[in-house]
């Protein structure tokens, strides 16, 4: 959540891009003008731009009315839907070292999400299971919750989605062992003109002994088949 509902912390957030950079899994998008989203002056001439645009569609004809929404969607897209297009937002990690030499699986599971449809702008909603078998550090399981919130956070595509919350856990709890399944709903879901709202889709990554160990893999993917899409 943005708004310090959590710790941030840029930096770490920069070496998680690298690595997405690395792999080519990063959003296509020009963080040049996404740096400016923290300027209210910039808001303020983006908003500008798109009262026309609401003006031309024929939905509005009211100035008043059409600059407040326009404000107001520019407010929402920059400060809420998408912040985590910013790494000024990424989450504060905290690891602790492995003392107890803990070597058996942590899930976090029936994690609920909203995300965004890169194609249609419009909400996808979802449930993660993530799970980490830890080797050296250990991490709160809220902290998983945050990076997901994060990366969230973005016009996404599902399968970009959970490569990106698997690389950076991979990168940020030092181990391959990290498991991430998604079962979203998407509500662009159209084809052929026909429309089902309640058809949901499946997206998972394994590494490590996740991926290894096929007892690790059907016990998750047995708890992915119970969950439903919200
Ligand atoms: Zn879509």
Same mark, same amino acid.
């Given at each position: 959540?943005?708004?310090?509902?959590?710790?941030?912390?840029?930096?770490?957030?920069?070496?998680?891009?690298? /690595?997405?950079?690395?792999?080519? &899994?990063?959003?296509?998008?020009?963080?040049?003008?996404?740096?400016?989203?923290?300027?209210?002056?910039?808001l303020?001439?983006l908003a500008?731009?798109?009262?026309?645009?609401?003006?031309?569609?024929?939905?509005?004809?009211?100035?008043?009315?059409?600059?407040?929404?326009?404000? /107001?969607l520019v407010?929402?897209?920059?400060?809420?839907?998408?912040?985590?297009?910013?790494?000024?937002?990424?989450?504060?990690? !905290?690891?602790?070292?492995?003392?107890?030499?803990?070597?058996?699986?942590? &899930?976090?599971? !029936?994690?609920?999400?909203?995300?965004?449809?890169?194609?249609?702008?419009?909400?996808?909603?979802?449930?993660?299971?993530?799970?980490?078998?830890?080797?050296?550090?250990?991490?709160?399981?809220?902290?998983?919750?945050?990076?997901?919130?994060?990366?969230?956070?973005?016009?996404?595509?599902?399968?970009?989605?959970?490569?990106?919350?698997?690389?950076?856990?991979?990168?940020?709890?030092?181990?391959?062992?990290?498991?991430?399944?998604?079962?979203? /709903?998407?509500?662009?879901?159209?084809?052929?003109?026909?429309?089902?709202?309640?058809?949901?889709?499946?997206?998972?990554?394994?590494?490590?002994?996740?991926?290894?160990?096929?007892?690790?893999?059907?016990?998750?993917?047995?708890?992915?088949?119970?969950?439903?899409?919200?």
């Amino acid at each position: 959540m943005k708004n310090n509902q959590y710790q941030t912390n840029y930096e770490l957030g920069k070496e998680v891009q690298k /690595r997405l950079i690395e792999f080519g &899994i990063e959003n296509p998008v020009n963080h040049q003008l996404i740096k400016q989203w923290s300027n209210e002056e910039h808001l303020d001439s983006l908003a500008k731009k798109l009262i026309p645009f609401l003006e031309n569609l024929g939905i509005y004809s009211n100035d008043e009315d059409s600059s407040h929404t326009a404000n /107001r969607l520019v407010d929402y897209w920059c400060n809420q839907l998408f912040y985590g297009l910013d790494y000024n937002y990424f989450p504060q990690i !905290n690891p602790m070292p492995n003392e107890f030499t803990y070597h058996n699986p942590l &899930i976090a599971e !029936n994690i609920k999400f909203t995300s965004t449809c890169e194609h249609h702008l419009v909400p996808i909603h979802g449930v993660a299971i993530i799970a980490y078998k830890p080797d050296s550090i250990l991490v709160g399981l809220n902290k998983l919750n945050s990076v997901l919130d994060f990366f969230a956070h973005r016009p996404q595509l599902q399968e970009r989605l959970v490569k990106q919350i698997f690389i950076s856990l991979q990168y940020l709890l030092k181990t391959e062992n990290i498991a991430i399944l998604i079962k979203a /709903r998407h509500d662009c879901i159209c084809s052929n003109g026909v429309c089902d709202y309640s058809s949901s889709h499946s997206s998972f990554e394994f590494g490590g002994v996740f991926d290894s160990d096929l007892s690790f893999k059907q016990h998750l993917l047995n708890k992915l088949d119970r969950i439903e899409a919200f």
